[in-house]
């Protein structure tokens, strides 16, 4: 099926852990995104790649970081993690920069405690 | 300051039909989505607006009114389905999203 895997679903970490939370689509797009949500607050945008071999900061950035490889994979990597990255991470991608229409994967719900 | 406004939450009943507004200020504008996401999954894409106007699917319509910077998500004929929250997003002029807080919608039968 079409679409976008995250791993894992769920995750409970201590703080200082490094932890890399995957993103694999397999819909060919160009441009992927690292979102975090938390309750009452909008989908705020970590890292971003329009396309393959580059990346990009969003409006959250500190305290992550990706990599953009190849077009299909889009890792998001906490070096030392803090519980004030508890949140849920979502993974999406379009198939362009300035293509509003995301597809999300079902993201991964992460506590640091 | 870039920001999206959209009321926390809001009920409704089924059969019936509901209006979901939402407010922008933002620098640049390329167009407003709406997304829907029930709880504990993805959020998944309802409508595009980057012209004044109604654009109607099915069930659901938007509305945008730049001059004003206002849109609204119509949800006609509810269902129990169509509890979740509804997502307003705005892309401004470094085609970025930004993202209101969501509207959760609870339907009652």
């Known amino acids: 099926i079409a679409g976008i895997t995250q791993a894992p679903t769920s995750q409970i970490l201590a703080a200082g852990r490094r932890m890399t939370l995957r993103c694999t689509q397999d819909?060919?797009?160009?441009?992927m995104y690292w979102y975090r949500q938390d309750l009452g607050l909008g989908l705020r945008l970590i890292h971003y790649?329009?396309?393959?071999?580059?990346?990009g900061k969003g409006e959250v950035p500190d305290g992550y970081s990706v990599s953009r490889a190849n077009t299909d994979d889009f890792p998001l990597t906490l070096a030392s993690a803090v519980p004030s990255q508890t949140s849920v991470y979502f993974c999406?991608?379009?198939?362009?920069?300035?293509?509003?229409?995301?597809?999300f994967g079902e993201g991964s719900r992460l506590t640091v405690l | 300051g870039q920001n999206i406004d959209q009321p926390t939450e809001m009920t409704a009943t089924e059969g019936a039909i509901v209006q979901i507004n939402c407010t922008y200020q933002t620098s640049g504008f390329n167009g407003l989505f709406w997304y829907q996401q029930h709880a504990g999954e993805a959020p998944t894409f309802l409508s595009y607006n980057v012209l004044d106007g109604l654009e109607e699917k099915g069930r659901f319509s938007s509305f945008l009114s730049r001059s004003k910077g206002y849109s609204y998500l119509l949800l006609k004929e509810l269902q129990m389905k169509d509890s979740a929250s509804y997502l307003c997003a705005v892309m401004d002029s470094n085609y970025q999203l930004i993202w209101g807080a969501g509207t959760k919608l609870i339907i009652k039968p």
């Open positions: 999406a991608s379009s198939d362009s920069q300035g293509a509003g229409e995301l597809f």
């Open positions: 819909m060919r797009h160009n441009a």
């Open positions: 790649s329009n396309t393959a071999g580059t990346t």
